[in-house]
């Protein structure tokens, strides 16, 4: 796999590692994250905003878009 990053969000540190990260450029809109041992799939939607796709392990809307841009930065999307 990928390397593992950190993110702090609201007072609570998170480890995520990337799943699809060889494939990512400036016009990708999904990204698979190993967030904590499970798996969540985010999209980028028409305004930019990365938001969680329905699965069973939910996160907070804010924290889909924290992961969301913490891989943007990274990768400069």
């Known amino acids: 796999m990928g390397l ?13 590692e990337i799943i699809n990260g060889a ?3 400036k016009d990708t809109a999904e990204l698979k994250i190993l967030l ?3 798996t969540v799939t985010l999209h980028k939607n028409t305004n930019k905003v990365w938001m969680q796709e ?3 392990f939910a996160i907070e809307p804010e ?6 841009r913490s891989v943007s930065l990274r990768y400069r999307m």
Not at 4 to 16: A, E, G, L, N, Q
Not at 63 to 68: R, Y
């Open 4 to 16: 593992k990053m950190r993110i702090t969000y609201k007072d609570t540190d998170y480890v995520y």
């Open 23 to 25: 494939g990512i450029t």
């Open 36 to 38: 904590n041992g499970k």
């Open 54 to 56: 329905e699965g069973e």
């Open 63 to 68: 924290l889909a878009q924290a992961l969301g």
